[in-house]
């Protein structure tokens, strides 16, 4: 199954996302996919966020946006695998 990202995420919207991504993963069989190409705004609870996602079972989150990839850097973050 797979799940697009907002384009932006941050702490006004990161656990509505979460909540949205937690009740597809329950529906998934096999590997979740989380898509990431769109964000284009992204802040610390939006990393968390990530992260958090990340340590779900059967689950990859691919095509990480430069903003993303940006704030790990800056944060010392290894989010792709």
């Known amino acids: 199954m797979n799940y697009k990202l907002p384009s932006t995420i941050n702490k006004d919207n990161a656990l509505q996302c979460f909540s949205a991504i937690k009740s ?3 529906k998934s069989k096999g590997t979740f996919t989380i898509n990431a190409s769109e ?9 968390a966020l990530i992260l958090e996602l990340k340590s779900l079972p059967n689950t990859q989150i691919i095509n ?3 903003c993303i990839s940006e ?5 010392r973050l290894k989010l792709e695998d």
Do not use: F, K, N, R
């Not at 704030?71 to 944060?75: D, G, V």
């Open 24 to 26: 597809q993963y329950s």
């Open 64 to 66: 990480l946006s430069q």
């Open 39 to 47: 964000v284009q705004s992204i802040d610390s609870a939006g990393i």
């Open 71 to 75: 704030l790990a850097t800056l944060y």
